[in-house]
């Protein structure tokens, strides 16, 4: 939650949609999105990656539909997980038609590119009768030969320029269940083209930095143009594309919009990066921390600093602090103020059960709050 006037984010307005029952724009909260490297028509593989992105936060889940075989898995798929399921189409109008009929929530779907204006009804069809909505997906890399003859290279205006054909073919058959995105591999090129496609339209838009590298330099990547688009208010839905497994993609998306006060879910760890004063291993306490700690869902933060420098002042921001002390001992702050000291000796346990404690007693004061706010909308609506 952001307490201050220099925290808040003014949001882009763009309309709304869903993807299955997880609204996407307008007032809602920016959704974390990650894709399943399993072969889809393997459908015990596939559900299990989608179980850990889960368990990791995931909101939307894509899969990749290329063939026959990987359609007629997805109604597994749909039926053993808990998250919408987007299918991944890029040609094929047939495999879109097979995927809105299996449940899919979302189609990834470039209309411009699957032929006929009649095979562009058919699909259209096909997401309006089973409450599919619909994702166009531009990317740098597969732009239309007339684009690239065009600007002869592919820059911001190409990529809007697609996103804005695609989306007026869907306008013109009274569908507007879509969200675009404009992919680039080039941190400049992608957050230039949203920019000016979020200028250009209020559509909601599915961002990310598309090809972004392995895990630590993909992060890095995908945080600086991401972080960017999104403190300035742009962003509904958010894709960490990294080469490596999605569980890790959802972990980084929700660190960027932890980061920004956007969403709010876990433990946000606040630490040092240690030095010589340090009372005690701060990179071996805050990874075992990490690890002990990821089990919890409900926000809260906790500061973790290795001496008495910058320890009280950052405890001041946190719900739980600990700083490093003298003679064995460290001390604990509760809600900004001293509070007790702890053995060295049982530090971590020690934090784990304050953590757990502090975060049921959280968990419960948020949903009071919940509870009294739907039974004033419901006493509202009775009064009318």
């Known amino acids: 939650m952001s307490y201050r ?34 072969l889809t028509h393997d459908a015990q593989a596939t559900i299990a990656q989608i179980r850990r992105a889960e368990v990791a936060g995931v909101d939307i889940v894509r899969v990749s539909c290329p063939d026959e075989a990987s359609t007629a898995a997805l109604a597994e798929i749909v039926r053993e ?6 299918a991944d189409i890029h040609f094929h ?44 997906g531009v990317n ?23 996103a804005l054909e695609h989306a007026k073919i869907l306008q013109d058959h009274d569908f507007h269940e879509f969200k675009i995105s404009v992919k680039a591999s080039d941190v400049f090129l992608a957050v230039a083209a949203y920019q000016q496609l979020a200028d250009a339209c209020d559509h909601p838009l599915h961002i990310g930095i598309t090809e972004a590298g392995g895990k ?9 143009g991401l972080g960017s688009l999104l403190w300035a208010g742009i962003g509904d839905t958010v894709r960490v594309s990294l080469s490596a497994e999605p569980e890790e993609e959802v972990l980084v998306g929700w660190d960027i919009l932890k980061s920004l006060g956007l969403r709010h879910r876990g433990v946000k760890i606040i630490s040092c990066p240690s030095c010589a004063r340090q009372g005690f291993n701060v990179i071996q306490t805050v990874a075992t ?10 926000p809260l933060s906790l500061s973790i600093i290795g001496c008495v420098v910058n320890g009280p002042g950052e405890a001041l921001m946190t719900d739980i602090g600990v700083t490093g002390g ?49 039974a004033a909308k419901t006493s509202a609506v009775a009064a009318e």
């Not at 030969?145 to 990529?159: I, T, V």
């Not at 630590?216 to 600086?224: D, L």
């Open 326 to 374: 003298g003679s064995g001992r460290h001390m604990v702050y509760a809600a900004g103020r001293q509070d007790h000291t702890m053995p060295a000796e049982a530090m971590v346990e020690h934090i784990v059960d304050l953590v757990e404690a502090k975060a049921k007693l959280i968990q419960a004061e948020m949903d009071t709050a919940k509870a009294a706010e739907l």
């Open 93 to 136: 109008y047939k495999r879109a038609i097979e995927a809105a009929q299996a449940g899919a929530a979302c189609l990834r779907i470039n209309p411009g590119n699957i032929g006929s204006p009649e095979r562009v009804r058919e699909v259209v069809r096909a997401a309006r009768e089973h409450g599919c909505s619909i994702r166009i």
């Open 5 to 38: 006037p220099y925290q808040q984010i003014e949001r882009r307005k763009s309309r709304q949609i869903h993807v299955g029952r997880v609204p996407v724009g307008g007032d809602a909260p920016v959704t974390v999105q990650t894709m399943t490297n399993t």
């Open 216 to 224: 630590r330099a993909g992060t890095v990547k995908s945080a600086i």
């Open 81 to 86: 997980v808990n998250v919408p399921i987007v």
């Open 289 to 298: 921390l990490e690890e002990r700690l990821a089990h919890i869902e409900t």
């Open 140 to 162: 740098a890399g597969s732009l239309e030969r007339h684009l690239l003859e065009k600007y002869g290279e592919p820059n911001p205006e190409a990529l809007v320029e697609s």
